[in-house]
């Protein structure tokens, strides 16, 4: 597999407290092994950055939810890289930052305010989570690139991968807990 630009960045979002509303801002810098800088989802886990597709964000607009880029807690939207295409594992590049997925969607604790507007909510389907394995600036409109394996250097925690093809049972399944 060769690597090559198949998306681009639409927004980057971060926010400093859990449970906040993340603030779209035009960069940010990835720390390796970290997150993004500032952000309050960074740390030394599995999930440091969050991606959601933009694709999936226009399913809730057109079920006349209001919502922007950031709206679902997502650090990095993307357009025209097909997400739910992507497996535990892989690596994209942005700007100058590598990312490993570590994740494909999440288990839903208790239900958002979207949920609550719309009946649903596409981020623990269809969001994915990645750790920072090579930091650096990453800006609105950078490509993302899906990189060729990097045979054997793959180093996900034990546990991160769940279920078929990486995707938790919550990600198989609509919120309704």
């Known amino acids: 597999m060769e690597a090559g630009p198949v998306g681009r960045v639409v927004a980057i979002s971060t926010s400093e407290k859990k449970g906040t509303p993340k603030t779209n801002v035009p ?10 800088e500032g952000d309050a989802h960074a740390g030394r886990w599995h999930r440091q950055v969050s991606l959601l597709a933009l694709e ?4 809730m607009r057109q079920r006349g939810v209001a919502v922007r ?3 679902f807690a ?5 357009e025209g890289i097909d997400l739910l295409e992507r497996q535990v594992g892989d690596h994209l590049a ?15 604790h208790a239900r958002c305010a979207i ?10 389907r269809e969001g994915i989570f990645a750790r920072v394995i090579r930091g650096g600036e990453i800006r609105v409109g950078d490509a993302v690139t899906l990189l060729p394996a990097l045979g054997g250097q793959e180093s996900v925690p034990a546990g991160a991968k769940q279920g078929q093809q990486g995707r938790t049972a919550a990600a198989q399944r609509q919120c309704k807990e």
């Open 115 to 124: 949920f609550y507007r719309a009946g649903d909510c596409v981020m623990p």
């Open 27 to 36: 960069s940010a810098r990835l720390v390796a092994e970290w997150g993004i």
């Open 56 to 59: 999936s964000i226009e399913k």
């Open 74 to 78: 997502e650090n990095i939207t993307t």
């Open 94 to 108: 942005i700007g100058g930052a590598v990312l490993e997925i570590t994740q494909i969607g999440k288990e839903c």
């Open 69 to 71: 880029p950031g709206a």
